[in-house]
């Protein structure tokens, strides 16, 4: 079955950096796009970044552009997200999803998009 598992979230300082990683298995990964969401407590879930399965369309959410890089290595089945000028909104859950797509620019950022979800991993800024 397929299986998404993020790790790297932890405890940094505001304007530190931290950089998650989604192992995938179970799945052609090189046909899904994968997206990055994050979920605070008492918030909505929030759509972070996306990437094409060809890595040639990236899309962001407006709090993270200039900070937040997704990037993804298909002969390793791992997307990953570099996380830098860290804020204290940016504490949340963090989690990694795939979505099958036929389009190579394809980067969905609507969660109702992405059929397979990983377990999250925390990150917490510090003030």
């Known amino acids: 079955q397929v299986q998404l598992v993020e790790s790297g979230g932890g405890l940094v300082q505001a304007g530190g950096s931290l950089r998650l990683s989604c192992a995938a298995s179970g799945l052609i990964f090189s046909s899904y796009a994968m997206g990055w969401f994050r979920q605070a407590p008492g918030k909505e879930r929030e759509s972070v970044a996306a990437i094409s399965w060809s890595g040639a369309s990236i899309v962001y959410g407006d709090s993270v552009k200039g900070r937040f890089t997704i990037s993804r290595d298909n002969a390793k089945n791992t997307v990953y997200l570099q996380m830098n000028s860290l804020k204290s909104e940016d504490t949340a859950n963090y989690y990694c999803?795939?979505?099958?797509?036929?389009?190579?620019?394809?980067?969905?950022?609507?969660?109702?998009?992405?059929?397979?979800w990983g377990q999250g991993t925390q990150v917490t800024v510090s003030s």
């Open positions: 999803a795939a979505s099958l797509s036929s389009s190579p620019i394809s980067a969905p950022m609507t969660g109702s998009r992405y059929p397979y």
